[in-house]
């Protein structure tokens, strides 16, 4: 049955699409487990008997099921079998999701939140944006200083973290601001969270009510529209232009009470915001009491021109929050960023904090710190910046062919992607699909829109591929945009 169904996929997939026979049966078999043909928990044949039934040899079928083991759709258990993993989430679907809602009585908003609407966590493969290399991460020392600070602790470093977190790790942080990113700060202005999700949660709770307006970029990071839905904020769209966000008069009857931006690189059309932009920004904020939340998400990675300053470094009259992340320069699931707040909302914010998210880690925050003041996170940023310049340069080389009077790519001077812009004409999600189907992952910038239908485009990363993914994957990339982009037109308009 197994054998049918994957035999039938890999022909399929042998007469759509010219891959090599175990990237045909890697594909049929992540087919069979995200459509829940092959649900976790579930054993697979052995790689001989998969052979024998697939008519194909075994060097085929270990080479896809190592690498769907790789990428954790499947584990193997030595003298047991391989099976589907247990932690494979079921595709997320609107129709899958209504059908969820109804059994599970989500509400409108659990429903809303519940919706994947640009990317799931499964999409890993070249180009994949918002995702950085943590691959490179010094393992073996972060588990030196980690026993260390264990042996060290002592019972008050086990309790709930009082004050913002850990004071040297707060230090540690203004230091580095006020150096690299000009943000006038002390350690008392830092708040260590569990990342820029929980940084954006906290200003939503504490500075709007439920039904405020927030404006927001648009298109816009996806990570902030839920946290504000979740907060049952009102979204106003402001469309942003390759000087960032740009306001009109008629936006402002919209009144703000949070404008939040991502001024050093939009996510994700990678847009710079002017510094007429960000005066016009701060005098918005100044007239209507707003504040402003600086999302400086992917900063440490600028490639080319000169240094940008924060827009909290411009902030006279203490109207900007600015938050930061470890997300990006060390790994995900570290779980640890920070929000720097005027000196005026210290104590509420640190109070609701505490009682709100009841937040710890007390000897995770301390090796940290220590990893911060003894040069190590200033070379794992450098090691990191040299291995992503590389990887961008080698993709800007590749995506030259596809560039011309129909598509330009902006972003690409800072951060693990860039933005590859199309004729509005063009359907970028069809483009998106047509990619994915060839083993890499790209995103539509149509599906990043909240409310304008003007711009179509691809978001595509550079970050979490190895050079060697880019430099092999980049040219059929740039092919099949071409092949599209002269197909659609050669299709006559309606
Ligand atoms: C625009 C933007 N902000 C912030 C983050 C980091 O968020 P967190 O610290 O919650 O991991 C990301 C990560 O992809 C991002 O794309």
Redesign the pocket.
């Known amino acids: 049955m197994l054998s049918e169904l994957l035999l039938t996929e890999i022909v399929r997939l042998g007469t759509e699409k010219n891959l090599p026979l175990h990237r045909r049966l890697y594909e049929a078999l992540r087919g069979a487990i995200l459509d829940g043909k092959l649900g976790s928990g579930d054993r697979l044949p052995s790689s001989r008997e998969l052979s024998q039934d697939l008519g194909l040899s075994r060097n085929t079928v270990v080479a896809a099921i190592n690498q769907l083991s790789v990428e954790g759709y499947l584990i193997c258990r030595i003298g047991s079998g391989t099976y589907v993993n247990d932690t494979v989430p079921k595709p997320v679907t609107r129709r899958r999701l209504a059908r969820i809602s109804q059994i599970a009585r989500l509400s409108r908003r659990g429903l809303a939140l519940s919706t994947v609407y640009c990317a799931t966590q499964l999409e890993v493969q070249p180009f994949t944006s ?2 950085a290399d943590f691959s490179a991460f010094p393992v073996a020392l972060w588990q030196r200083l980690q026993n260390k600070h264990w042996r060290m602790t002592y019972p008050e470093m086990l309790d709930y973290s009082h004050m913002g977190g850990y004071a040297p790790l707060r230090r540690a942080v203004a230091d580095y601001l006020r150096v690299f990113r000009s943000v006038p700060v002390d350690a008392d202005q830092v708040i260590i969270t569990s ?4 940084s954006l949660e906290l200003c939503a709770q504490l500075l709007a009510d439920h039904g405020d307006t927030v404006w927001m970029e648009d298109p816009a ?1 996806w ?2 529209v839920k946290a504000f839905m979740a907060t049952g904020l009102k979204i106003h769209a402001v469309p942003v232009d390759d000087q960032g966000i740009a306001p009109k008069a008629a936006d402002e009857t919209a009144l703000p009470k949070l404008i939040y931006v ?1 001024p050093s690189h939009q ?1 994700p059309t990678g847009a710079v915001m002017s510094l007429s932009r960000r005066h016009q920004l701060l005098d918005i904020a100044r007239r209507h009491g707003a504040w402003v939340l600086e ?1 400086d ?2 900063s440490e990675f600028r490639f080319t021109g000169p240094p940008l300053s924060s827009l909290a470094g411009l902030d006279k009259d203490q109207r900007v929050l600015y ?1 930061g ?4 320069v060390l790994y ?1 699931g570290l779980k640890l ?1 920070y929000l720097v707040i005027p000196r005026k909302l210290g104590d509420p914010f640190k109070q609701a904090h505490y009682d709100l998210n009841r937040p710890g880690q007390m000897p995770l925050q301390a090796a940290l710190a220590e990893f911060i003041e003894m040069g190590h996170f200033a070379s794992a940023l450098r090691r990191a910046r040299q291995s992503y310049a590389e990887r961008r340069r080698t993709l800007l080389a590749a995506l030259k062919p596809c560039l011309g009077s129909s598509a330009h790519i902006s972003g690409a001077e800072q951060g693990l992607h860039l933005c590859l812009h199309l004729p509005n004409t063009v359907n970028d999600q069809a483009l998106a699909s047509r990619v994915g189907e060839l083993g890499m992952i790209v995103r539509p910038l149509s599906a990043y829109c909240l409310e304008r239908k003007d711009i179509k485009g691809l978001v595509i990363g550079y970050g979490y591929a190895p050079l060697d993914d880019i430099a092999r994957y980049g040219p059929l990339l740039a092919q099949t945009i071409s092949s599209y982009l002269a197909r659609s037109e050669k299709t006559p308009k309606r």
């Open positions: 918002g995702i990342g820029t999700q929980q990071y990570g902030a991502t996510y999302d998400y992917d938050l992340s470890f997300s990006k995900p960023g």
